[in-house]
């Protein structure tokens, strides 16, 4: 007797959303087979029943051991998050099956349970963006050659289709992203909203809506779900909307409609349909009716100027990093004008330039998306100064010979190469490549942070990771961190140990870890003939608090310091930073600060 395959997709984690049918057949299975932190999701509905967790990547072993088990007659639940159809575990049980030769009248039998998948969850956290055709493109290229998910993103952008982005990145693969949204911005305006939502429906839920030009500013992993927009999509009071086209027909305001219920569906009401073959009286509208995304009556211009320019409050104020730096060299003689911010910069330049996205005819989006490419392709493009701070790693001080072969050629005969004070190389280098050298140095598996007026996390090297309890946190706060843009360069030191040789206590920001805990340090000055520690302001903070502490301090600095005012001058003056008072040290004895090399 054959057993039963019960491949369950049960939602985004939260119990609330899971269907009546999913729970169903996880109890009534007797064996659960799930990547672990879904066996952790669903933890109570399964004790007293076999369990066979593993970890990511072994979905082959998963399937592998369902079958096993239901060709011993067992009923099993394989569990995916979302949907189990939808980048889940369906289609490959019913491939691993098909390889042992099942077919439908074998004695396994197999059901497979629909559940809500990212795209709609995290739809409905931000509003209502996939009102209108839209697609999902995984950008993980684990299983599926990047040349393919290119030429997809590449379809679904000329196509004005809103993308979820599924698997944007992870901590190894990161440049896919980046790629994603310069095939976006040839066919979109950088004003397209974007909602990011990490973890909807879970207890660690984050949103921020954005738009096309700075979703990278903010922090995207392997739980964020990307949505972007179409060319008509738009945000209202932080809800995000993709319009289905009724405006085309209804005055949404009216309590009388301008076009009586027979009118709507006829040919000059709709004269960008196809035309009918048949009557289409009983046809439902609603469902089948205008084609979203085309026609260009006035009604149709929604998401105009106006719309777009009140859009992408946040939701939820994530850190926001600036980028890499570039200048902007332009046609001489106009020298080098000012520092852009990020990385997407010369992109939103460009994008700039193109008409202001209203909605038109998809066949029209699409011939304009292919004439912009052209147009990209035969400008002259300019050079830019890439200035950025590369090292090897959070904790790790050594390069490779590998990565300092790549770094040279990045840097080439004409760039600069400087050993800083703060554990990075800084380049400087002109080029008219600026995402691909950093591309490159990625690549190589370098950090790359922008420099400037930024937050710089300086950690010690955790006794060449013999003391490495603390390296996650400061690898976790590099990443929440750093680059961040401030109104003053900010260093944030973290030390191993109470040894603290890496000097974390004379930072603006240190953390020592000791005991298990962190010792916070504010206001330090590392410099100076006046140099001094930070008030120790914190001893013991638990390591699990320590991102919220230090987003607290960071946020408070980048909200309310005066331009080019340094840490220990704004605690001094504000007197409460986060959660820590400022006390106020005996004075020493006065010190002149001279200026440099005096
Ligand atoms: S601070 Fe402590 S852990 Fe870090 S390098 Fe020095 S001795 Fe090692």
Known sequence: MGGKLLIVGFGPGSVDHMTKRAREAIEESDVIIGYKTYIELVRDLIVGKEIISTGMTEEVSRAQA?????????????????????????????????????????SIEVEVIPGISAIHSCAALLGAPIMHDACTISLSDHLTPWELIEKRLEA????????ALYNPKSGRR????????????????????VGLVKSAYRERQHMVLTDLAHMLDHEIGMLTTVIIGNSTTFVHDGVMITPRGYQRKYQLAAAVQPLKPHERLRKEAEPWALDQTKPLEDEDEGSTGAPGASGTSEAAVLAGD??????????????????????????????PAAVLPTLAAPLAKTAERQPTAAPKRVKETAEDALAALERRKTRKTAAVLLEAAVSPGVANKQFTPEQLIVLAEVVGTDGKMTY???????IERLTEDPDGLVARLVDAGLIVMPVGDVLTVKACDFCDGEKKDAIPYAEELARRFGGMALPKELKLGINGCGMACYGAVREDIGLVYRKGKFDLFLGGKTVGRNAHPGQLVAEGIPPEEIVAVMAEI??????QAHP???FHKFFRRVKQVGRFSHEEAKPAASIETPACGE
């Open 66 to 106: 369902a079958v096993k088990w239901a060709e011993r007659g067992k009923t099993v639940a394989v569990i995916s998050s979302g949907d189990a159809g939808l980048y889940g575990m369906a289609g490959l049980v019913y491939e691993v099956l098909i390889e042992k030769g099942w077919t439908k009248d074998s």
């Open 420 to 426: 800083t004070p703060d554990h990075y190389m800084k």
């Open 156 to 163: 679904a952008a000329a196509a004005d289709f809103v993308i």
């Open 564 to 566: 080019n005012e340094r």
């Open 306 to 335: 106006d719309q777009k320019d009140r859009a992408f409050t946040a939701l939820a104020t994530a850190v926001r990093p600036s980028s890499v730096a570039t200048v902007t060299k332009e046609a001489e003689p106009t020298p």
């Open 174 to 193: 990161t440049r896919q992203i980046v790629e994603a949204q310069q095939i976006l911005l040839r066919h979109r305006a950088p004003t397209t909203p």
């Open 554 to 559: 960071i946020e408070q600095y980048q909200e």
